[in-house]
C-alpha cells in the first residue's frame, strides 16, 4: 500500500517560506506530475517526501504511517535523479546492486534484481561498463534500474529527461510510461515541462510560488483551469488570454474584444456571467480555436469573424504558428501549412469560442468553475 | 574545477547494443584498456595469497577465475570472487601444481639433457624433439586444465579428459597466449631495471588473462560437447 498523504506540509529556509502548506492526497500506483516553473516549490517538496529536505511543518504520511522523522532510507521509497547521480567509480551492475549490498541482500537476490531490471530496461550489455562510457539516456536507464532493484512501494523522478536531447525525451517518456504500468508502483514526477507532464500523468499538480494551483487530469486542467497561470502554462503554444468586456444582448453573452464582438457558447453557466455584466473581463482563446474557414462539426452560432496583423509565422511541419497583433495584442493562431501568408498581412480568421475561458482581471480566477 | 567534475560526469559516446562485437586482438586489446586497474589489483592479489608458498596454484586458479570472468565481460567482485575461488579450487590446484610441475619439470630436465647430447650427436635429435612437443603438450594440457576447472565444475579425471581434448583441438590461440606470458617475462628481463615493477603490477594477472582469453574458445566448445554426449547417453 503505498498511498501518500500530505497535510499541510510546509517548508521555511530561515524567514522565507517556499512551500506554503500543501494538502494533497496521491492514490496507490498513481502517476502523479508535480509541475510548474523553476522556483515553485516542486523539487523541496519531492526532497521533503524522499526525507532529503526536513519538514518544517505539516505531516508526512506514506501509507498509514508517519514519516515526518523517519530516516530516507526507512521509508521504501527510491530517487531518480536529475543529474543521474550515478557513482563513476563503479560498474552499471555495482551501481545497480550497491542499495541491496547495503541491505546485505543475498548475492543470488542481488544478481536476479540487478538482471532483470537490466533486461526490462534493455542495458544488460551495459553492465560491466562505467558511467563513464555511457551517453545520457543510458545513463539514465541506470539510475532507473537502480531505483527498480529496490522494489520500492514509491517511485521519486526529480526532472530526470531535462538533461537529455529533444527526441531522447520524447523517447525516455514512453519508457517511463510504460515502467510505471509495469511495475505497478507510485510515482511522482517532477519536471518543468509541460509537454511531459501532460503526456505522462494520471493527475497534475500545477505549483506556483510554493502552492499548488490547481490537481486535476490532464485534459481537465487543459479544458477547465482555475486561473490565468494554469491555463497560461497548460498548453503550447500557451493560451491567448485577451482583455475583453462582458455584455449581453438578447439574452445571449458576447465578449467585446477591441472591435470584435464574439459570442460566448449558450452552455456557460449564466449566474456567474451575470454577475460580470458590464465588468472588464479576461478571455481565453487557444490558439488551435482560430481556424482560417468555420469547421463543419463547430456550431456556428459560437464563431466569429476575427481579424489580425501577421507578425510572424513560424511554420512547424504540421502546422504553421502565427504570431498576430490585434488592437495592439499580441496572440497566437495555430493553423495549417495551407493558410499562405506574410508579415504585414491582414488576415480574417474564424474565433471558435466553444472552448473559451474566463477569468477576473483582478483575482486572475476563472469565473466559470 | 569544473575540468575535474567535467572528467566524472561529461557524457560520454554512448554504447550502441548492436555495434558489431570485436574479435581476436582488438577485442583482447579493449578489455586490457578497459580492465587495467582491475589487472593491476588482481595482481597484487596474487602476490599477497602467493606469499606463503603453499597457497600459490590456489592463487592461481582464483586468478584465471577472475581473468575468465573479465574475458566473458562479467561483473566481477573481485576480492570477494578471489576468495572465493581461492576456497574453492585450494585443493584441486595443489594437486594440479604437483602433478604439473613435476611433469614440467622432467620434461624440461629431459630437453636439457637431449639438447646437451644432441651437440655431439645427431643420434639425439628425435629425443630432443620429441620431449620437446611432449613438454610443451603437457604445457598446453597443464593451462586448459587450469581453466576448464574454473569454468565449469567436473570430476578430476573428466577435467584432464576434457582439457586434454581442448589442447589437442585448438591449441593455436593456447600457445600464442603463452608466447604472450613469455614475451612479458623476456620483456622484463632485457629491460631490467626500467621493468622492475612489471611483475608487481601486470605481469601474472596480465599473463593469466591473456591465456584465459586465448583458451576461452576451445574450452567452451569441449564443456559443450561433452554436454551433449552425456545428453545423448540418456535413457
Known sequence: ?369 | MQWLEAFWTKEGKGIPKDAPKKTGLPLFAEIVAREWWELVKLNLLFLLFSLPLVTLPAALFATATISRMMAKDRPVYLLRDFLEALRAHALRATLWALVAGATVIIGGGAISAYAEAAKTSLFYAAPLALSLVVTLFATLWAACFVMVSVTEVRSFWETLKLSALAALLRPLPLLAALVFVATLWIAHILFYPVSVFMPAVMNFSLGMFAVAFGAQGVVAQVLARSGEESTTQEP
Open chain 1, 1 to 369: 500500500m503505498a498511498s501518500i498523504s500530505l497535510k499541510k506540509l510546509n517548508k521555511t529556509f530561515g524567514a522565507l517560506r517556499v512551500v506554503h502548506d500543501i494538502d494533497l492526497e496521491i492514490a496507490d500506483k498513481e502517476f502523479i506530475v508535480l509541475v510548474g516553473p523553476s522556483g515553485c516549490g516542486k523539487s523541496t517538496t519531492l526532497r521533503m517526501i524522499a526525507g532529503l529536505e526536513e519538514i518544517s511543518g505539516g505531516e508526512l504520511i506514506i501509507g498509514t504511517d508517519l514519516m515526518n522523522d523517519v530516516p530516507s532510507k526507512d521509508r521504501d521509497i527510491a530517487m531518480v535523479f536529475q543529474n543521474y547521480a550515478l557513482y563513476p567509480h563503479m560498474t552499471v551492475y555495482r551501481n545497480m546492486a550497491f542499495g541491496l549490498e547495503l541491505r546485505k541482500a543475498p548475492r543470488d537476490i542481488i544478481d536476479r534484481q540487478v538482471q532483470e531490471a537490466a533486461k526490462i530496461l534493455d542495458i544488460t550489455h551495459l553492465l560491466n561498463r562505467k558511467p563513464k562510457a555511457l551517453s545520457g539516456g543510458q545513463r539514465q536507464r541506470v539510475a532507473l534500474g537502480r531505483a527498480m532493484v529496490r522494489n520500492p512501494a514509491v517511485f521519486l523522478l526529480d526532472e530526470p529527461l531535462s538533461n537529455l536531447d529533444a527526441k531522447l525525451r520524447g523517447t525516455m517518456r514512453a519508457e517511463i510510461t510504460k515502467l510505471h504500468k509495469r511495475l505497478d508502483a507510485t510515482f511522482i514526477y517532477v519536471t518543468h515541462d509541460q509537454v511531459e507532464a501532460m503526456t505522462m500523468a494520471d493527475r497534475i499538480v500545477v505549483m506556483k510560488d510554493g502552492h499548488i494551483q490547481q490537481v486535476d487530469t490532464p485534459q481537465n486542467l487543459y479544458d477547465r483551469p482555475v486561473n490565468m497561470f494554469v491555463a497560461g502554462f497548460i498548453g503550447a503554444p500557451q493560451m491567448n488570454l485577451l482583455p475583453a468586456k462582458l455584455t449581453q444582448e438578447d439574452g445571449r453573452f458576447f465578449a467585446l474584444v477591441e472591435d470584435h464582438k464574439l459570442p460566448l457558447p449558450q452552455n456557460f453557466d449564466r449566474s456567474p456571467l451575470a454577475a460580470y455584466e458590464g465588468k472588464d473581463v479576461i478571455l481565453g482563446i487557444r490558439p488551435e480555436n482560430f481556424h482560417e474557414l468555420a469547421p463543419a462539426d463547430i456550431d456556428p452560432a459560437n464563431t466569429a469573424p476575427f481579424h489580425a496583423v501577421v507578425e510572424l509565422a513560424e511554420p512547424m511541419g504540421s502546422e504553421v504558428h502565427l504570431n498576430l497583433i490585434a488592437g495592439g495584442r499580441n496572440l497566437i493562431a495555430r493553423v495549417s501549412p495551407r493558410f499562405r501568408s506574410k508579415i504585414g498581412d491582414r488576415v480574417s480568421l474564424v474565433a471558435d469560442l466553444t472552448n473559451a475561458q474566463l477569468f477576473d482581471p483582478q483575482t486572475e480566477r476563472s469565473i466559470l468553475y
